[in-house]
């Protein structure tokens, strides 16, 4: 089974600076692809950012230049430096990992708990 643990949200102010990060605890699988999601009040959950284990990103459009993800493979983990934040960044970010079971050879995708982002003045 995959664990995957978030960290690092909270309240910011606009304009401000925040990292999340997020572990994996996947033994017996091997992770493809890291990122994170989103999902503000009302609305789906979208993509925010992924990244493969060769380290190619794939950001949503709406955070390109503000979100840069980065990816630790040896500790299995991903983190999410967010500048510049705005109010409709506020949502709840999801961390996500495309896996793959070392045994039975099938993809699975974990989602972890989730962690509240609030920007407001």
């Known amino acids: 089974q995959v664990h995957l643990v978030e960290s690092g949200g909270g309240l910011v102010h606009p304009g401000g600076s925040l990292t999340l990060s997020c572990a994996a605890s996947?033994?017996?699988?091997?992770?493809?692809?890291m990122g994170w999601y989103r999902q503000a009040p009302g609305k789906q959950r979208e993509l925010v950012a992924t990244i493969t284990s060769d380290g190619i990103t794939n950001p949503a459009d709406s955070v390109k230049g503000r979100f840069a993800i980065s990816r630790d493979n040896a500790e299995d983990t991903v983190s999410l430096q967010i500048d510049s934040l705005k109010r409709e960044d506020t949502a709840v970010y999801y961390c996500?990992?495309?896996?793959?079971?070392?045994?039975?050879?099938?993809?699975?995708?974990?989602w972890g708990q989730g962690t509240q982002v609030t920007v407001s003045s």
């Open positions: 996500y990992a495309r896996v793959k079971n070392y045994y039975n050879h099938i993809e699975s995708d974990s």
């Open positions: 996947a033994s017996g699988f091997s992770i493809y692809v």
